[in-house]
């Protein structure tokens, strides 16, 4: 396995993935948790991509969120549910670059740079909502059930968090196959079949000291962890919205038909007719739109770094990000739909399955709300508000 070193070694290796992925999409997205997709998340796993953000000082290229980005919006745009897989992967790396020890890092990025792949292990079910844990690490022992587990189920390691005998946040690295470690494929969702994020459960599993982390530590400062989170969160709507649009355009080129109102009115071909080409014109206008705001939010990203200089520049971070989210969440959802308008009623038929477009958008879409990204960006700029310091935003 080979490390791409640049941003263009990266965004190559994630085009070579995504064209080996994209021919097998709808079946996985067929087959949801049935069929573990074990070829697919292997040739994520040995594509080297897994290990492109770790710092230069630990081994690795130390690529930052400009390439983060590109790297999942070329993936998402062939398969969603294979991008979402790594998306806590990276914020794991993150999370060790800023708040691990050397002989932490040196023993996990190890594992990354070998193509090993950290699974979460962070919402749960039950509570009053998401992070109302109940997981607990008492005596070195961790004990609890989690729930949308993205990548746990195939992972080499999986990031827990639990709150310790004190109530305090911690993060803890357990191996994937250590005893009392079991984790469940009772995902049964209408988009991102494939991530199989079902529930993980642990039952007396060891912690090893050296691989608990104060979790609640990193959001007690100016941090960009929820940022560069969010960033590739963002990066996945707007490869979902691309795709939509590239497939609208393949099938208005090769197989629509033009409506009997556009025959009548003169068009030959489903794509002279000048209602499709005003939606199609504004739909693309909108995928470019959502392309650029995540390149700006990006570069923002890397300007403000992982260690911002106060709570000001941490804000202009997750805010950037914050409009990247909402807006190309907007407009995914939005292309999923607009697809069928342009294409007629013949692109709903089964065999080309477009629906998963809508699916995976909407479904990830609501991974958090988007109005409160809105609510955060404008309390902000008409009320001079700091956006909360969590990982959401």
């Known amino acids: 396995m080979s490390v791409p070193q640049t941003h263009d070694e990266a965004v190559a290796a994630a085009h070579r993935l995504a064209a080996e992925l994209a021919p097998?999409?709808?079946?996985?997205?067929?087959?949801?948790?049935?069929?573990?997709?074990?070829?697919?998340?292997?040739?994520?796993?040995?594509?080297?991509?897994?290990?492109?953000?770790?710092?230069v000082a630990d081994g690795g290229p130390g690529l930052g969120p400009r390439t983060l980005a590109e790297?999942?919006?070329?993936?998402?745009?062939?398969?969603?549910s294979i991008a979402q897989v790594p998306q806590a992967h990276f914020l794991m790396v993150d999370i060790l670059a800023v708040h691990g020890s050397p002989e932490t890092r040196k023993r996990l990025y190890g594992e990354v740079l070998a193509g090993r792949r950290f699974g979460n292990a962070l919402a749960e079910r039950g509570g009053k909502h998401a992070q109302d844990l109940r997981t607990r690490i008492s005596g070195g022992r961790l004990d609890g059930v989690k729930y949308y587990t993205t990548g746990a189920l195939t992972s080499a390691w999986i990031a827990v968090s639990a709150l310790d005998e004190q109530g305090r946040l911690?993060?803890?690295?357990?191996a994937r196959d250590a005893a009392g470690?079991?984790?469940?494929?009772?995902?049964?969702?209408?988009?991102?079949?494939?991530?199989?994020?079902?529930t993980a459960t642990f039952t007396g599993v060891p912690v090893e000291p050296g691989l608990r982390l104060d979790y609640a530590h990193a959001y007690e400062q100016p941090q960009q962890l929820g940022a560069?989170?969010?960033?590739?969160?963002?990066?996945?709507?707007?490869?979902?919205?691309?795709?939509?649009?590239?497939?609208?355009?393949?099938?208005?080129?090769?197989?629509?038909?033009?409506?009997?109102?556009?025959?009548?009115?003169?068009?030959?071909?489903?794509?002279?007719?000048?209602?499709?080409?005003?939606?199609?014109?504004?739909?693309?206008?909108?995928?470019?739109?959502?392309?650029?705001?995540?390149?700006?939010?990006?570069?923002?990203?890397?300007?403000?770094?992982?260690?911002?200089?106060?709570?000001?520049?941490?804000?202009?971070?997750?805010?950037?990000?914050?409009?990247?989210?909402?807006?190309?969440?907007?407009?995914?959802?939005?292309?999923?739909?607009?697809?069928?308008?342009?294409?007629?009623?013949?692109?709903?038929?089964?065999?080309?399955?477009?629906?998963?477009?809508?699916?995976?958008?909407?479904?990830?879409?609501?991974?958090?709300?988007?109005?409160?990204?809105?609510?955060?960006?404008?309390?902000?700029?008409?009320?001079?508000?700091?956006?909360?310091?969590?990982?959401?935003?």
Do not use: M
């Open 181 to 198: 470690v079991a984790v469940d494929t009772d995902w049964d969702v209408i988009g991102q079949r494939a991530t199989i994020s079902g």
């Open 170 to 174: 911690v993060l803890a690295f357990v």
């Open 71 to 80: 790297v999942g919006r070329i993936i998402a745009a062939a398969d969603p």
């Open 228 to 393: 560069r989170a969010q960033l590739y969160h963002a990066a996945i709507e707007v490869g979902i919205a691309g795709a939509a649009l590239a497939d609208a355009r393949e099938y208005l080129r090769t197989k629509a038909r033009p409506s009997t109102e556009a025959v009548r009115a003169g068009a030959s071909a489903a794509a002279d007719d000048p209602h499709v080409r005003h939606r199609y014109g504004r739909l693309a206008s909108r995928v470019r739109a959502a392309e650029a705001l995540l390149e700006s939010a990006a570069r923002t990203l890397e300007e403000v770094t992982l260690t911002p200089a106060d709570a000001d520049a941490a804000a202009r971070g997750s805010l950037a990000v914050a409009a990247a989210k909402a807006f190309g969440s907007e407009v995914a959802v939005e292309a999923g739909s607009e697809l069928f308008q342009l294409c007629g009623t013949s692109s709903a038929a089964a065999k080309y399955d477009l629906d998963r477009h809508w699916r995976n958008a909407r479904t990830h879409s609501v991974h958090d709300p988007l109005d409160w990204k809105y609510h955060h960006i404008a309390a902000y700029e008409l009320a001079d508000v700091l956006p909360p310091n969590h990982g959401q935003l």
């Open 24 to 55: 097998g999409a709808i079946g996985r997205d067929r087959d949801g948790a049935t069929v573990i997709p074990s070829e697919a998340l292997a040739a994520l796993d040995s594509s080297g991509l897994l290990a492109v953000t770790v710092p």
